[in-house]
């Protein structure tokens, strides 16, 4: 089974600031891992993903995340916020090979203040 | 209709009704998932739909959940005998792939039992 773990329910940060969320991961097999995004008020949007490849993979939107194998991590940075990057945030896992149905951390809520 | 849509928006109900939520996917899309996000439970997955296949139920909480598919299309996810508990946002995701490819989220069903 897998797990997801994200250690921040809720982030504060000025606007232009870099901000990172935390995630980490536990599974026995191998994982797909994804950053998904919630706005107010709207429905869950895929932010980026890490199927293969590269372990950094980026948004359109400036945010990236690196997947570290050996920490079992999937943090998501931004170098600079806006105000509009305020949002809920949620890390998910789903098994290579398998269907991929999703598991959730608990999200945690980025607010950017002016 | 170019993305999920789910109906109705908002559900209100007494505790002991039966309620049937709708999920309507992006076209095309084989792989159907239901979600429930929830204050205490935050994101989890409920059932999932490939195809002509049997559907993984394993993430339904009770037998008052059930769920299906016709046509290889349309959902309905109907709850039995609600309880307060089942009070929730119910999201549904299509995906054209089942390994890897991404979930495209409708805008969720906020359920309501009084």
């Known amino acids: 089974a897998q797990s997801v773990t994200q250690l921040d329910s809720q982030v504060p940060v000025f606007e232009e600031a870099p901000v990172e969320l935390r995630c980490n991961y536990s599974s026995s097999v191998s994982v797909y891992l994804f950053w998904y995004v919630q706005y107010p008020n709207q429905g869950l949007q895929l932010l980026l993903k890490?199927?293969?490849?590269?372990?950094l993979v980026e948004s359109i939107n400036g945010f990236e995340a690196e997947f570290n194998k050996s920490q079992t991590s999937f943090h998501l940075r931004k170098p600079s916020v806006h105000i509009s990057d305020t949002a809920e945030y949620f890390c998910a896992v789903t098994r290579v090979g398998g269907y991929n149905k999703l598991i959730f951390g608990a999200g945690t809520r980025l607010a950017v203040h002016p | 209709g170019a993305g999920v849509s789910q109906s109705p928006s908002n559900k209100v109900t007494e505790k002991g009704k039966d309620v049937e939520l709708r999920c309507d996917p992006i076209s095309g899309h084989t792989a159907l998932y239901w979600y429930r996000q929830s204050l205490g439970q935050g994101l989890e997955f409920l059932i999932y739909f490939q195809g002509n296949s049997a559907p993984d139920k394993s993430g339904l909480p009770s037998d008052r959940f059930s769920a299906e598919r016709t046509g290889g299309s349309v959902s309905t996810l109907t709850i039995q005998r609600t309880q307060q508990e089942d009070s929730a946002v119910y999201l549904c995701a299509s995906s054209l792939a089942p390994t890897g490819g991404q979930q495209f989220f409708g805008p969720g069903t906020r359920l309501t039992v009084l």
């Open positions: 890490y199927l293969s490849g590269s372990t």
